[in-house]
């Protein structure tokens, strides 16, 4: 069905969705695509090999017992005696006319088709085999993906593919799924990973269950997700209709936050943009996976500089799943919430470790820009230097505070020519706090990128509007994202921002530990700065 009614009451005019056949329309889609994904999945799996293509002896046992090997075979009986001429049953002339009209017997079909079928197991087996020499030529190289794999806890499931799905494996091989993303496409604005999914048109993805993602990178996010070791289930991407649905059941649960935050400075307050704070919705208890943070550990912040941040917050309106317009909302601009969270995130971090320098700050859009040291006396100073504007790549910056750290620790690491640094066992935990005001374009690569680290701790605060179903359904993508990877974890704030609440927060997730209100209140006042 088409999104568009069927009549118009101007005929004459542009076409407008209606709400009611846009509904309609996306159902049938999502249904199509999870039908068109499971035939396909299903076609793959019946032309993967009856035979184990890494296994000589059953082949050629299989091959002799039919006839085909050129090595004689002794029957059960004479095994102790000498090898003589095998008696052999004398052709029917039935068999005779057959041959020589080109209809085969059963046998030898069978022998035919066992014959072809070793032929391509041997071909898969030599073809994986020069793939794996060709990405992985040396021993460094090896152990950097075989890093990669346990990290990312798909170890089990490649050597499963390798040895009972080798076309499937030789696919995903081919396309780079068992390795590290190469640093040389965080920085590019075109790699495998932005391709465009879109049915459509005929652009596919890679896996043979690719209908329903966005690109290929949110396909192979979600390879990931639903066959790395210790997932439960089928962890599929939620389709338009659940996302937005989860969205307005999350938006609902949002609650007064709790009073004893308030406070006269925060910049919803200085702005008098509207009365009193907005609902929010409560982050989950803290729970602890990492090792708490250490004086060897390495503060950084990373900001988004996109357009979005100084743009006049507005949520959309939307009919069904169909947004109609836009309304205002009465908040401060994100870029202002964001510089707020930044000087109390450092006044309370340089009060816990007394770094009197400060910490790194690298900003990105569409570009990503080191701006120097903050502290809570050169924060107005710098925040002068930043330039907003752009889109959201955020591998821009992530790769940007990778050089920082490395730079810093390099003894203690190794470079990669195609993959980049390598932290080593002695490498300082690099902990990051990131300041998000929504989606980054590149998001998937991001958090796949993540997946295989053990040596990075990445705390992200979300900035949304209040009401806004699209900051929801960010914010569940992001919970998903934590509930498997234990070194993401992130706090959202909408509208109008309780900064005392949000910084507690984040925080205990950036340290590592539960910080009481007390000993926040205590981090929280503004440090001495000394020359």
Known sequence: MSPYAPFSNNPWGPKVPS??????????????????NVKAQKAIDAKEPNVDIWNEAPLDQAMSQLGVSDKPLASAGAASQTPGPALAKPPSKLSKFRQS???????????????????????????????????????????????YQEKTGMAKKIAHLRARQPIQYLHLLRAGFFEPIP????????????????????????????????????????????HREGSVGTRMKPDFISALDMARE?????????PEYYDDGDVCHVQHTSKGYSKQV??????????PE?????????????????????RPIYDRYLVTGFGKSTQPKNKDVAKAIIRRFTD???????????????????????????????LDSLWRTVEIGGGTRVMTGWQKVKELHFKKHSASATHHPVYGWQAGPQTPILRLLLLLDGEATDMDEFELDLLGLSWAHVTIFLIGVDGCPHH??????LQRISDVNHHVSFVDAQGNTPERFVTHELLKRHLGYDVSLQDFKEMEIPPLYSE
Do not use: C
């Open 19 to 36: 709400a009611k056949y846009h509904a309609t329309w996306i159902s049938q889609t999502i249904a199509l695509n999870n039908e068109l």
């Open 101 to 147: 009209i080109g209809i085969k017997s059963n046998e030898e079909r069978q022998e035919s088709k066992l014959a072809k079928d070793v032929g391509k197991g041997r071909g898969l087996r030599d073809s994986i085999l020069d793939e794996e020499q060709g990405r992985w030529p040396d021993e460094q190289w090896r152990e950097i993906v075989r890093v």
């Open 183 to 226: 640093v040389a496409w965080a920085n590019s604005n075109s790699n495998p990973l932005k391709f465009s999914i879109e049915a459509s048109s005929g652009w596919r993805g890679i896996t043979p269950t690719w209908r329903g993602y966005e690109d290929t990178a949110e396909e192979r996010l979600y390879w990931v997700l639903n």
């Open 250 to 258: 999350r938006m609902a649960t949002a609650v007064e936050p709790p």
């Open 282 to 291: 409560m982050p989950a208890p803290f729970k602890a996976y990492d090792r």
């Open 294 to 314: 250490t004086a060897a550990d390495d503060t950084m912040i990373l900001l988004d500089v996109s357009g979005s941040m100084d743009f006049e917050p507005q």
């Open 348 to 378: 309370a971090m340089m009060n816990h470790d007394h770094a009197t320098k400060g910490y790194d700050l690298t900003v990105f859009s569409s570009q990503a820009r080191y701006i120097g040291t903050v502290n809570h006396r050169n």
């Open 472 to 477: 929801h359904r960010h914010a569940n993508e």
